[in-house]
């Protein structure tokens, strides 16, 4: 069983930065993806930010120019992150591990966006 344990979440104001980490349990390199979903309050989950296998990144229309995904390999983790923040960015943040046929999901961490 992968675990995957999210942090870096907090309080924030609006125009500022955060930094989220994924510590994965076992390579990275076994999943073929791994990315970043949101919860917000009232809200179904959406999609955040990918970065497959071989790299390719994928984000949301939302979050494009603002966010950034990216891995450290040797250290089994992936990061988010989080630039000109807005209100409306405020959710739970999950990370995701995709395997053909299993999907992982960290335990999530809190992003406020606020004045």
């Known amino acids: 069983q992968v675990q995957l344990v999210e942090s870096g979440g907090g309080l924030v104001q609006p125009g500022g930065s955060l930094r989220l980490s994924c510590a994965a349990s076992e390579s990275i390199f076994s999943m073929n993806s791994m990315g970043w979903y949101r919860q917000a309050p009232g809200k179904q989950r959406e999609l955040v930010a990918t970065?497959?296998?071989?790299?390719?990144?994928n984000y949301a229309d939302s979050v494009k120019g603002r966010f950034t995904i990216s891995r450290d390999n040797a250290k089994n983790t992936v990061f988010l992150q989080m630039n000109s923040l807005k209100p409306e960015d405020t959710a739970v943040y999950y990370c995701n591990g995709r395997r053909p046929l299993r999907v992982y999901w960290g335990q999530g961490t809190q992003v406020t966006v606020s004045s």
């Open positions: 970065i497959s296998y071989g790299g390719t990144t």
